[in-house]
């Protein structure tokens, strides 16, 4: 049974709020020409930042929109006219990125929690089942799956060797091992071992540590050259996601409902920045001036880089568990309470909304003048504007 196909009432029903309240209709997008042309690398690159050089797009519309077997909570793929991406049922689907129809779709044994990474014409995707698979990015063919001793819920950088004859795929797992594997046939090239799971998407600082938050409640920092150990930093309660970094900075929620700040050659956090009652779920996203990042008590905080203190929050009617683009012009997120919001970095006012009708947990995925996010009842969304 094909369960992708037009969703015809989400597109009668989905709108645009502005600030002033009132709907705009939905015509036809025409996308502006955009200066990021894939979203290949989850958070949007190596540095995992989740920010674009392009203004974010005016007059939004649901562009298109599709149905696939379960709701999807792992952000989406963009790259070569495709978007990648997985469901709780455990399938993963490749649909064409102007139009929405399928193009390919495959099934693994179980949920897809993970978002996928695409490059050298292949497309790697963690599921819990246990395996990491690698697929042609044109065919879902597959070339070789990895299998671990746990799930995989976090997605993978590539990054080259270091005689740069190799091409690697290092990927986090839940049995709380982080793993160099080569992507021509999955064999590994390191291992690093943690002493608890690890959710998040690794990072990569400044070309050559591996970065990632572990629920050992550290930061572990790795020489990407063979996978041995350059530091670890201790904060006070488990690493529950992806980091963000820039530049020596890495910054981390955890369990104890902080987002912390370190700086991967120090041995104690620069600071931490605390919501005693509510906890943070989502990856942050992070500019020269603030980190901005989702909460259940349902705002959207932005935090001063430098200081750690609240710059300011953004109230919506649910938890933000999804991760943030911050474009040069504003910051987008969803929300559990149905809409895509995008905001003004500088203050946090509203700039536009836009209704989908189901509830957001995962990260937005942005390129070619387009937002695609996944939603609670199965849906696909990607929003386009002028």
Same mark, same amino acid.
């Given at each position: 049974?094909?369960?992708?196909?037009?969703?015809?009432?989400? @597109?009668?029903?989905?709108?645009?709020?502005?600030?002033?309240?009132?709907?705009? =209709?939905?015509?036809?997008?025409?996308? !502006?020409?955009? %200066?990021?042309?894939?979203?290949?690398?989850?958070?949007?690159?190596?540095?995992?930042?989740?920010?674009?050089?392009?203004?974010?797009?005016?007059?939004?519309? !649901?562009?298109?929109?599709?149905?696939?077997?379960?709701? @999807?909570?792992?952000?989406?793929?963009?790259?070569?006219?495709?978007?990648?991406?997985?469901?709780?049922?455990?399938?993963?689907?490749?649909?064409?990125?102007?139009?929405? &129809?399928?193009?390919?779709?495959? %099934?693994?044994?179980?949920?897809?929690?993970?978002?996928?990474?695409?490059?050298?014409?292949?497309? *790697?995707?963690?599921?819990?089942?246990?395996?990491?698979?690698? *697929?042609?990015? &044109?065919? $879902?063919?597959?070339?070789? #799956?990895?299998?671990?001793?746990?799930?995989?819920?976090?997605?993978?950088?590539?990054?080259?060797?270091?005689?740069?004859?190799? +091409?690697?795929?290092?990927?986090?797992?839940?049995?709380?091992?982080?793993?160099?594997?080569?992507?021509?046939?999955?064999?590994?090239?390191?291992?690093?071992?943690?002493?608890?799971?690890?959710?998040?998407?690794? =990072?990569?600082?400044?070309? #050559?540590?591996? /970065?990632?938050?572990?629920?050992?409640?550290?930061?572990?920092?790795?020489?990407?050259?063979?996978?041995?150990? /350059?530091?670890?930093?201790?904060? %006070?309660?488990?690493?529950?996601?992806?980091?963000?970094?820039?530049?020596?900075?890495?910054?981390?929620?955890?369990?104890?409902?902080?987002?912390?700040?370190?700086?991967?050659? #120090?041995?104690?956090?620069?600071?931490?920045?605390?919501?005693?009652?509510?906890?943070?779920?989502?990856?942050?996203? /992070?500019?020269?001036?603030?980190?901005? @990042?989702?909460?259940?008590?349902?705002?959207?905080?932005?935090?001063?880089?430098?200081?750690?203190?609240?710059?300011?929050?953004?109230?919506?009617?649910?938890?933000?568990?999804?991760?943030?683009?911050?474009? &040069?012009?504003?910051?987008?997120? $969803? +929300?559990?309470?149905?809409?895509?919001?995008?905001?003004?970095?500088?203050?946090?006012?509203?700039?536009?909304?836009?209704?989908?009708?189901?509830?957001? +947990?995962?990260?937005?995925?942005? =390129?070619?003048?387009?937002? !695609? /996010?996944?939603? +609670?009842?199965?849906?696909? *969304?990607?929003?386009?504007?002028?």
């Amino acid at each position: 049974m094909n369960y992708l196909y037009p969703n015809l009432l989400a @597109i009668c029903v989905a709108h645009v709020l502005v600030t002033a309240g009132t709907s705009l =209709a939905a015509p036809e997008a025409q996308n !502006v020409e955009s %200066e990021t042309k894939s979203w290949a690398i989850p958070r949007g690159g190596n540095a995992l930042q989740g920010r674009v050089p392009d203004r974010i797009p005016r007059k939004p519309v !649901v562009s298109w929109d599709a149905v696939l077997d379960g709701p @999807i909570v792992g952000d989406a793929a963009i790259a070569d006219g495709a978007v990648f991406v997985g469901t709780v049922m455990g399938t993963f689907y490749s649909v064409d990125e102007r139009s929405g &129809k399928l193009r390919w779709k495959v %099934e693994t044994e179980d949920t897809i929690e993970a978002p996928p990474t695409v490059g050298g014409g292949r497309v *790697f995707i963690g599921s819990s089942d246990r395996y990491l698979y690698c *697929f042609d990015q &044109k065919t $879902g063919k597959e070339l070789w #799956k990895y299998e671990a001793a746990d799930k995989f819920v976090g997605g993978g950088l590539l990054v080259q060797s270091p005689d740069g004859k190799e +091409s690697w795929i290092v990927v986090n797992g839940y049995d709380g091992i982080c793993r160099a594997l080569r992507t021509k046939d999955g064999t590994e090239a390191w291992i690093y071992e943690t002493a608890e799971q690890i959710n998040g998407t690794p =990072a990569l600082v400044n070309g #050559k540590n591996i /970065v990632l938050g572990g629920c050992d409640a550290r930061v572990h920092v790795i020489d990407v050259t063979n996978g041995k150990a /350059v530091n670890e930093v201790e904060v %006070e309660a488990e690493i529950i996601g992806t980091v963000a970094t820039m530049g020596s900075m890495v910054y981390s929620a955890n369990y104890g409902n902080q987002l912390v700040a370190v700086d991967i050659s #120090k041995k104690d956090p620069k600071w931490v920045y605390e919501d005693k009652d509510f906890g943070f779920y989502a990856a942050p996203a /992070v500019t020269e001036e603030h980190v901005f @990042i989702g909460s259940r008590d349902k705002h959207l905080h932005a935090v001063d880089r430098e200081s750690g203190k609240r710059a300011w929050r953004f109230k919506t009617g649910s938890r933000i568990d999804g991760g943030a683009i911050v474009f &040069k012009d504003a910051v987008a997120f $969803g +929300s559990g309470d149905g809409r895509v919001y995008a905001v003004d970095p500088v203050d946090g006012k509203e700039i536009w909304r836009v209704d989908l009708g189901e509830g957001i +947990s995962s990260d937005l995925a942005f =390129a070619n003048g387009r937002i !695609v /996010v996944g939603g +609670s009842d199965g849906t696909l *969304f990607c929003i386009g504007g002028q």
